[in-house]
């Protein structure tokens, strides 16, 4: 059974950079059937997707969010990351991992989700 | 950008009742819906995809259908965990979401 667990600090501060890391257990981030990606949900409001990215180094971004947005993949240690610069309060929101499965062109696992907190 | 509208945004059922949840896409989308549970403290879970195929594990009571804007997710007699809440997805240049529909236990 796959398993994604979102990490990274809860706290952060007006203008610096959000850093999370997805870990994923269960199966291989270098399959070629599947994407991984981060979507976020901020208090109150619905999901917005921010980013795919492929085993090989390939991504797609939100456009709204493309220019804070940056991503990497390293497949020895099967985990994905995301970093979110310049953030503030508006980027406050529980941040979830997930796989992106190419075919059903929908998330088909994800992790349970972390809360990050832009404050000073 | 293609906006996915759910209703209602709240259903107040009882266990055993019938629960009808719905999608509305702005354009025509064929069947390229997904949607998805979320429980409380849990990860959201895949429960169908191309509109009405179902994922692994779903139970049988689930059911999707709808093509082209309006699409609908069905559970024939709720269990206590099905009291969740239920969002909508599609994927056109990016993936987008419904605002979800809460099912709580009237």
């Known amino acids: 059974q796959l398993h994604l667990q979102e990490s990274g600090p809860g706290l952060v501060k007006p203008s610096e950079t959000l850093s999370l890391t997805c870990t994923v257990s269960?199966?291989?981030?270098?399959?070629?059937?599947?994407?991984w990606g981060w979507i976020r949900q901020p208090p109150g409001k619905g999901l917005e997707w921010l980013a795919n990215m492929y085993y090989s180094g390939s991504t797609y971004y939100n456009p709204s969010l493309k220019s804070r947005v940056t991503t990497s993949v390293d497949t020895s240690k099967n985990q994905f990351s995301l970093k979110l610069s310049s953030v503030t309060a508006a980027d406050t929101a529980v941040y979830y991992c997930a796989r992106w499965h190419r075919i059903a062109d929908s998330f088909d696992y994800w992790g349970q989700g972390t809360l990050v907190t832009v404050s000073s | 950008e293609i906006v996915l509208t759910q209703s209602p945004a709240t259903l107040s059922l009882s266990p055993g009742e019938r629960a009808t949840l719905s999608c509305r896409a702005s354009q025509t989308i064929s069947s390229y819906l997904a949607w998805y549970q979320r429980r409380p403290g849990q990860a959201p879970r895949l429960l169908f995809y191309?509109?009405?195929t179902r994922a692994t594990g779903v139970p049988a009571r689930f059911s999707g259908s709808g093509s082209g804007t309006d699409f609908t997710l069905t559970i024939s007699s709720l269990e206590p965990e099905d009291f969740a809440i239920y969002f909508c997805q599609h994927r056109s240049n990016w993936p987008t979401f419904g605002q979800g529909t809460k099912v709580e236990i009237k």
């Open positions: 269960g199966g291989s981030i270098s399959s070629s059937d599947y994407y």
């Open positions: 191309g509109a009405s």
